[in-house]
Nanobody, 127 residues
Framework: QVQLVESGGGLVQAGGSLRLSCGAS????????MGWFRQAPGKERQFVAA????????FYGDSVKGRFTISRDNAKNTVYLQLNSLKPEDTAVYYC????????????????????WGEGTLVTVSS
């Protein structure tokens, strides 16, 4: 069993930055590919970014490329999402997820087959 707890959300003005964290407890953290997803009010869940177990590989959704950066610190069992140049349309609840088996682009875009999900942290970007 793996527990995921997100933190770092809040209210920020457009153009600002935030760093989200997702702490993991339980089994060996490096065994898990980690991803961030978001869900805005009234919209479907959207893939944001993913990172390999070693941290050597990353993958981003088109809407956040060049603005968001995913990273992980395996010594701290934590994955981060740096959000820069925020826009009002980035407003959403951000969730982290863990997957133990390989996951290609279609898998990440759909968000299917994740082994664990966190409770989410709210990011609100004001205009």
């Amino acid at each position: 069993q793996v527990q995921l707890v997100e933190s770092g959300g809040g209210l920020v003005q457009a153009g600002g930055s935030l760093r989200l964290s997702c702490g993991a407890s339980g089994r060996t953290f490096t065994n898990y590919r980690m991803g961030w997803f978001r869900q805005a009010p009234g919209k479907e869940r959207q893939f944001v970014a993913a990172i390999s177990g070693s941290g050597g590989g990353t993958f981003y959704g088109d809407s956040v490329k060049g603005r968001f950066t995913i990273s992980r610190d395996n010594a701290k069992n934590t994955v981060y999402l740096q959000l820069n140049s925020l826009k009002p349309e980035d407003t959403a609840v951000y969730y982290c997820a863990a997957r133990s088996t390989p996951c290609g682009s279609s898998c990440w875009f759909s968000g299917s087959g994740m082994d664990y999900w966190g409770e989410g942290t709210l990011v609100t970007v004001s205009s």
